[in-house]
């Protein structure tokens, strides 16, 4: 992903900094513990996209 892009880039409910996960291939909101994908090199940065992040013990 286009770092320009992930710079401006923020989460649509918190408008906080997203962090990229090259393996997953989505951008992490660890404050709302949400993960956008990323599909054919373009973010989906939709709620009802995003994946829930489940906290690791």
């Known amino acids: 992903m286009d770092k320009k ?3 401006i880039l923020v989460c649509p409910l ?3 900094k997203l962090e990229l ?3 997953a291939n ?3 909101c660890k404050f709302d ?3 956008y994908p990323i599909r054919d090199d ?3 940065m939709l709620e009802e ?4 992040l489940v906290a690791e013990d």
């Open 26 to 28: 989505e951008l992490v």
């Open 14 to 16: 918190c408008k906080g």
């Open 33 to 35: 513990k949400l993960a």
């Open 5 to 7: 892009l992930l710079d």
């Open 42 to 44: 373009i973010p989906v």
């Open 49 to 52: 996209e995003a994946r829930t």
């Open 21 to 23: 996960d090259e393996d």
